[in-house]
């Protein structure tokens, strides 16, 4: 069965130094979503990408984090400089059609800065 | 801003008895969703429910949905240990390009 792969699984940093995270989606989806999720909580939307081009990034902090997808596949996600504030488990998720269907989870970053 | 708010926090039940989950939103939704996350994984689609229906079944579990009071509630029959995980209501706005918002979860435990 398809899956969603993330690297890496589990990143450790100082703060002020930069991070990227990639994410391969199941082939052939072309919506693709990078959330963040605070230990206990739920995960929040922080960019929504329909192919190659941004939908949403409303709740993306955009003076810190970046993304891109560039050819409409995979896609980084960075942050620089990270913050203590930034430790949480980033994931990436991709769907066939739009925002309001089901989605595909990878397993995860747990990024911890220090 | 949190849409969908499931109750209770945390549940724990024995292994064979049955698991009831609820979730609450505040505005009109074309669908919600419930997701499984086992402990430091991603999260696993377990079923789809729209707004113009009311209840749905796969396999153990059962979904339903009242718009009415904007609420819905999912069901899982003869818990076992492996559904231990946390479990998320995600509700699905209406209009174009909607995004999916996400509960705080549930905790569900099953003691062997």
């Known amino acids: 069965e398809a899956e969603v792969a993330q690297s890496p699984r589990y990143k450790i940093t100082e703060k002020s130094q930069a991070v990227a995270f990639w994410c391969d989606p199941i082939?052939?989806?072309?919506?693709l979503y990078w959330y963040r999720q605070i230990l206990g909580q739920g995960p929040e939307l922080l960019v929504q990408?329909?192919?190659?081009?941004?939908?949403?990034d409303s709740q993306l902090p955009k003076d810190r984090f970046s993304a891109e997808r560039l050819k409409g596949v995979d896609s980084t996600l960075k942050i620089q400089p990270a913050e203590l504030g930034d430790s949480a488990m980033y994931l990436c998720?991709?769907?066939f059609g739009t925002g309001s269907g089901t989605q595909y989870f990878g397993p995860g970053t747990r990024l911890t800065v220090l | 801003s949190q849409q969908g708010e499931e109750d209770p926090q945390a549940l724990s039940i024995q292994e064979g008895e049955n698991a009831t989950m609820n979730c609450s939103y505040k505005t009109s939704i074309n669908n919600l969703q419930w997701y499984r996350q086992n402990s430091g994984r991603g999260l696993v689609h377990l079923i789809l429910?729209?707004?113009?229906?009311r209840e749905k079944h796969s396999g153990r579990l059962r979904v339903t949905l009242d718009t009415s009071k904007k609420s819905s509630s999912l069901l899982i029959t003869a818990s076992r240990a492996a559904d231990t995980a946390s479990y998320f209501c995600?509700?699905?706005?209406?209009?174009?390009?909607?995004?999916?918002?996400f509960g705080k979860g549930i905790t569900l435990s099953v003691r062997p």
């Open positions: 429910i729209r707004s113009n229906e």
């Open positions: 990408f329909q192919d190659e081009s941004v939908v949403d």
């Open positions: 082939s052939g989806h072309a919506t």
């Open positions: 998720a991709s769907s």
């Open positions: 995600a509700t699905a706005l209406t209009g174009a390009n909607s995004k999916l918002t």
